[in-house]
């Protein structure tokens, strides 16, 4: 962190923006390194998100409890299962705030062997229990804490253990789904789904419930190891993603003359997040996308670059928007370098078995099912390309150049170092891409 704040500094000084403002993630693409730059962008996000939580409109409660999704929820984190709901917490609206009624009621579980709810006040060990909303930020919880007691001081002896499990599911081409979530009380509550072929360990698409909620997320969560639990056997697959490894995969069909151009200390291969940390509100939902059958191989500055200004702008308009929707994010063809001769050869993490490719498109699809409108957009996930090469790839109108609709939307499109980018259709995308499942669509959602 201390390597952090003087990197920070450091780009503050180098851009001379004004000393009460951080710059923008997108202006440090090339400064700093990939969990470098998620640090500064947690950073950067909790004060915009603090923009967000001071003009959200939510009305509070007569009586009942206020939770702010930072400031009342600890770490390490239980999993809060909402009673009359039967589903995780959430905030109310893009408001940052948990609302809860006077004696509404909380299930809270450290899930996982071992694992026990910690707090000052605590009166007996359990891994679940239920906690009632009194007033403000104060629960109670018969026989297992002491009086009237702040939510904030709920901990658990260690993480929250999530799971990926492979379901009887088939999604595109008869792959498999596998589901992301906790289980509570021997009920398993889905984070997030994953579409995967297992032959070529390829991640098609995941998917997720986002809405206004999700627009502000609890800071200050560390990273947590990846993730590849049986999905991957016999493959390290962390080991591929190192710059050592990369390089090498490169060097197998460009020769090592030619790698040494491609990867280097600022374009290298990235753990590429589908469902990105900072999409799930809370510590344990934020944990949990830290498996590889939710990533996928990114170029870093288009990881920090035009994806990241994807990701966050949308989770911004959806929160604005109050919108309720499914996104579907995932990877499709993949991308290829020159060798030495000028020919196109493809790239993979494993080129032996030619497998874990790194891909030439990312792409969100996001519908809102109670209107029927959805957009799909798409990037190009290849620095190395010209810019008439990528144009080549773009396979629709694009809807959101020049088109006021979408100025939410800060992107750089024809930036190709951090991803060529256009918007289509829903009809148009899956004319190109037919990974995802059947819905009505009447137009853009904007």
């Not at 915009?48 to 999704?69: M, Q």
């Not at 309720?324 to 790239?347: K, S």
Request: glycine share 8%; with cysteine.
């Amino acid at each position: 962190m201390v390597r952090l704040a003087l990197l920070i500094a450091a780009a503050v000084t180098v851009i001379s923006a004004l000393p009460a403002e951080l710059p923008d993630p997108g202006e440090l693409v090339y400064v700093l390194g990939e969990e470098e730059f998620e640090d500064y962008l947690d950073r950067w996000l909790e004060v915009e998100e603090e923009k967000w939580a001071a003009n959200a409109t939510v009305a509070a409660p007569r009586s009942g409890c206020t939770l702010r999704v930072n400031g009342d929820f600890g770490q390490p984190q239980p999993v809060f299962i909402r009673r009359n709901t039967n589903n995780y917490v959430a905030a109310n609206g893009n408001s940052g705030q948990v609302r809860l009624n006077a004696g509404e009621q909380v299930i809270v579980s450290c899930t996982g062997s071992g694992r026990l709810i910690r707090h000052p006040n605590i009166a007996a060990n359990v891994a679940t229990a239920t906690a009632t909303c009194v007033n403000n930020n104060l629960v109670s919880g018969a026989g297992w804490l002491n009086g009237n007691r702040a939510f904030g001081g709920l901990t658990c002896s260690a993480h929250s253990y999530h799971e990926a499990q492979q379901t009887n599911e088939r999604c595109f081409n008869n792959n498999v789904v596998i589901r992301v979530g906790f289980i509570v009380n021997n009920v398993f509550y889905p984070m997030y789904w994953s579409c995967f072929d297992r032959n070529r360990l390829e991640v098609l698409y995941v998917w997720t419930h986002q809405t206004a909620a999700n627009a502000v997320h609890q800071t200050g969560v560390d990273r947590p190891s990846w993730l590849a639990g049986s999905h991957f056997p016999g493959v390290a697959v962390n080991n591929l993603y190192t710059q050592v490894s990369q390089k090498q995969a490169i060097a197998r069909v460009v020769g090592n003359a030619l790698a040494d151009r491609y990867v280097t200390s600022h374009q290298f291969l990235a753990r590429g997040h589908l469902v990105a940390k900072s999409d799930k509100v809370f510590a344990t939902g934020q944990r949990a996308t830290f498996w590889f059958i939710n990533a996928a191989p990114q170029w870093q500055p288009f990881n920090a670059g035009n994806w990241n200004w994807l990701e966050q702008n949308l989770r911004a308009r959806i929160g604005a928007a109050g919108y309720n929707t499914v996104v579907y994010t995932g990877t499709f063809g993949v991308t290829q370098l020159r060798n030495a001769n000028g020919q196109f050869v493809d790239i993979f993490l494993d080129p032996a078995t030619r497998r874990l490719p790194v891909p030439l498109y990312f792409y969100k699809v996001v519908y809102d099912a109670s209107r029927r409108l959805g957009t799909a957009f798409i990037s190009i996930n290849n620095p190395h390309y010209s810019l008439a090469e990528a144009r080549a790839l773009q396979f629709c109108t694009d809807r959101c150049r020049n088109n006021n609709a979408f100025n939410w939307l800060n992107w750089q499109p024809d930036r190709v170092d951090i991803g060529y980018s256009f918007c289509c259709t829903v009809d148009d995308f899956r004319r190109r891409i037919g990974h995802l499942p059947a819905f009505a669509v009447n137009g853009l959602l904007s």
